[in-house]
């Protein structure tokens, strides 16, 4: 079974986001199938934590139409140059930590002998000073498992360059709060290009990793899990459901800890990361605002007067085939805006748009630079407008700096 990381393009089929199932009959959705299938009856745990990571990776390749399907470029010479994320944007230096959170309150709901609930939550914020030493990007057990299939060394990703330096959080300062969660079966550290972006232009950004719905979790023990959840019809609603305790428990942690400011948080994520953001504000009235980026919604969203925007690729226009986004937007009564970006593929929202070519695989249509750099714009461009009252015109209609975003209504 080929596991982890071009085929983005199809995370919302099968596992992702829980409906793929009913929106099936499309050839991306066969080609996730596909991998589905490979996967036989593995055991829980291991059966399918490939399916989205590998069909992330992959889904470039059916997108640019380069390969076939099931086939990866092999790794040359060239290649070996140390991965790289492109640099934050704003003018703030970066500093960043993990946190190990446990839950007392709950049981682990995918992995009954765990007990409590383990979190890993990754910080950044703007730093006091710059230096430290730079951040790691995955651990090498992390690497080989979003990898393994691909002709690519399995510690490839652990050479990528982040721009965060390890270095305390500001003490005695509640900053404005992004609350990410990634997509299923991703790592938290897919998210870093965005998150690093956001700190350095201010913003307390804390990633959540939902244990046991990576591929893989590295925990400060020395443990790696797998995604448990990872099973064959798995329940998306109960994926979103875990997710937003998840994150209400990380939002206790964090304002319990003078970090964040209760008043100023946003929920950002992909994937199921962002249908679980904008399922959060129906849970929490501490949330005020969440960005779902290229999420299948997982229930469709009920009745809701907070600000939401929906970035995604062109399967989510209002005629695609993602019908739940169309079906959320009339229940959303608040502000709202709905943007799709030419050229994109699933994976072309977080890190893997600049990881995939820079490691020989087939990226999206959209050059992976070009693809975070518009992501980044339009996120920011909601943050500020959210959590400092910044109305820029970015949100407002379509920009000839971004003419591959349109905007819906």
Known sequence: MRNAFVVAALSTAVLANGTAAAQAETARTETARTGTAQAGSARAGTAQT???????????????????????????????????????????PVGTTTLHLVDASRPDPWNPD???????????????KPGGRRAPYMTKEESAAVLKGFDVP???????????????????RRMPLVLMSPGFTFPKATLTSLAEDLAARGYLVAAVEHTYESVA???PDGRTTTCLACVRGQDGAKVAGVRVADLRFVLDELIGRGLADRARIVGVGHSMGGNSAVQSLLADSRVKAAVNLDGTFHPVVAELDRPVMMVGTTDHTPEGRDTTWKQSWANLKGWKRWITVKGTDHAAFVDYAVLRPQLGLPGSAIEGERALKITRAYVAAFVDRQLKGKDGPLLDGPSQAYPEVRFWK
């Open 50 to 92: 490939g399916t989205v990571q590998t069909e992330a990776l992959r889904a470039g390749t059916a997108h640019a139409g380069t390969a076939r399907a099931g086939t990866a470029p092999a790794w040359t010479a060239r290649d070996a140059a140390k991965p790289a994320l492109p640099e934050p944007t704003g003018d703030r």
């Open 114 to 128: 765990a007990g409590e609930r383990e979190l890993l939550v990754s910080l950044w914020y703007p730093a006091t």
């Open 154 to 172: 399995p510690d490839a990703l652990v050479r990528t360059r982040t721009h965060a330096r390890q270095t305390p959080p500001p003490k005695g």
């Open 217 to 219: 979790t590295t925990f």
